[in-house]
Nanobody
């Protein structure tokens, strides 16, 4: 029902910044929520940020004050602005579009991921 594609990852020094982009194949007004998750080596995938169709946002405690999730609805795109990056932010970052199916359950559609490496 929807495809998402992430971009913007790369190598950055501690204290630096990156902006990730996620483009959806349909209007994000018709998507219940879009999320950013990350998975570091040897760890489980964790939620980083979420934005719902009305524009409200939530951030994980570990990134509050450093990361911001936002959207450009006209371009079907969400962003993750990452500032003051730390080595522990190193991970593959995944975008998802969360859709409510006819059975009432919400199902995530994942992108392919983009690598973020924070190292000196």
């Amino acid at each position: 029902q929807v495809q998402v594609v992430e971009s913007g990852g790369g190598l950055v020094e501690p204290g630096g910044s990156l902006r990730l982009s996620c483009v959806a194949s349909r209007s994000i007004f018709n998507i219940n929520a879009m999320t950013w998750h990350r998975q570091a080596p040897g760890k489980q995938r964790e939620l980083v940020a979420i934005i719902n169709s009305g524009g409200s946002t939530n951030l994980a405690d570990s990134v509050k004050g450093r990361f911001t999730i936002s959207r450009d609805s006209a371009k079907n795109t969400v962003f993750l602005q990452m500032n003051s990056l730390k080595p522990e932010d190193t991970a593959v970052y995944y975008c998802s579009a969360q859709l409510r199916h006819s059975d009432g359950k919400i199902y995530p559609y994942w992108g392919q991921g983009t690598q973020v490496t924070v190292s000196s």
